[in-house]
């Protein structure tokens, strides 16, 4: 028998030892780790919670059911209120469609699409077709086959969303007024 203190049951010693430093070193690394990752899990986007899974599966099925969706004024009058496919759109505009429209849209080797006058119709439609087929004569490529039915959308969505913002010191007018 030891001279630490100790109890006795039953004849069975209760020792008082020290917890050995591996035991005590795996206590506070879980206590550390917890803390850690239940800042990382609710306060960051690192991980994917339920929720966020959640959200982002509504949003693929948005997405989808908006692509079975013919294309239509309506459909696309809509779209250009989507602040997600106009933002999306923009990222186009402003990586393709920049080198003849200027980022502003305002024109360049390709006619100003922020002003009244159009050459081809300023029906959300028309726009749709422009970009899809383009008018390889005039110096308009068809940009449908490389940008896929999504961007096609969501650029023109943008385009949309920049009629008839009169950016100053445009290209001048081509084409009908629109009404
Ligand atoms: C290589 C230069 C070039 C690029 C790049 C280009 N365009 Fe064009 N775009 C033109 C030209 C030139 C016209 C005028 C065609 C004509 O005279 O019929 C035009 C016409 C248009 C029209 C019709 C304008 C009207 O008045 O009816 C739209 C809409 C349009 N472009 C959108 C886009 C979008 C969106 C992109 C990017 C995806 C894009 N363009 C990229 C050269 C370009």
């Known amino acids: 028998m030891s001279d630490k203190p100790h109890a006795v049951f039953d004849g069975i010693e209760e020792e008082d030892n020290r917890l050995p430093a591996w035991w005590l070193a795996i206590l506070f690394i879980t206590i550390v780790f917890g803390f850690g990752y239940w800042f990382v899990y609710h306060s960051t ?3 994917e919670t339920p929720n966020r899974e959640f ?3 509504a949003d693929e099925q948005k997405k989808k ?5 013919p294309i239509s004024d309506a459909s696309l009058q809509a779209l250009a209120h989507d602040p997600h496919a106009v933002a999306e759109g923009q990222k186009v505009f402003t990586t ?10 305002s024109g360049n080797v390709g006619p100003n699409l922020t002003d009244r006058y159009w050459i ?34 969501d650029v023109t969505a943008f385009v949309i969303s920049i009629q008839n ?15």
């Open 45 to 47: 986007t690192l991980l």
């Open 55 to 57: 959200a982002r599966l």
């Open 65 to 69: 059911l908006a692509l079975q969706d």
């Open 96 to 105: 393709i469609c920049v080198a003849c429209h200027k980022a502003d849209g």
């Open 120 to 153: 081809h119709g300023n029906k959300p439609t028309n726009l749709y077709q422009a970009v899809m087929t383009g008018f390889q004569d005039k110096g308009m490529p068809p940009w449908g086959p490389q940008l896929g039915p999504e961007r096609t959308r």
């Open 165 to 179: 913002t009169n950016v100053p010191n445009g290209k001048a007018p081509q084409g009908d007024l629109a009404e």
